[in-house]
């Protein structure tokens, strides 16, 4: 009999995982016959699964104050990372690039939006595509770095198809600053919202999701 696993890889790399065990026609003889193909993976949803993780997405953040905080002799300020990301990429637009860029909806919070607009990334240059591949990467690295490796193949693969779009100024300071990140698979959103417990200033509202991989796939 022949038999083959079937193996998914990104690239030449072939991920620990058989997901399919197909019987083909029967030999002449009584052999058996084991073969292992690597196959290049369909997209993100099969590099993520087959890292063993099911899904890391919807990843929600939040944080107040945004300004810095000091305890022990250490700062911190949770966030600034990922503003600081999404306020480099809107500075690297030229200003035809921003008005395309840039929404007519105030946005309150990090709702969904109606489907992909502002300016697609495989109109803009290397330089500032990889602007865009650093602000995920701000959400991306926070997991293991095997998880991450492959979700940034995809994500990378995937940034000519990715669209920016924002709402106010680039600097995502301000009250309702709106930036998403819209793409295949990725969607990145930060808000500046208005803070309850420190008036006259704001804080950050931002979420992490994948269009096939979010709650598992479910």
Known sequence: MHYSF?????????????????????ALTNSTIVQAKPVVAAGCASAQGLARVVGVTPDFRGAEPMTPVTDHGQAHQPLEQERAAFAALLDSLSAAEQAKARLTTTFRNVLLGPGQDGVRLGELSAAQQQLALQASKRYVGDLDAATAALILVCYTAELPATYVAFVSSGTLSKDNHYIRLDGPSSWLKYSSQPSRDFPGTVHPHSVWRNRTTDYGGQ
């Open 6 to 26: 079937i193996w998914w890889g990104v690239g030449l790399l072939v991920l620990p995982a058989l997901l399919a065990w197909q019987r083909q026609t029967p």
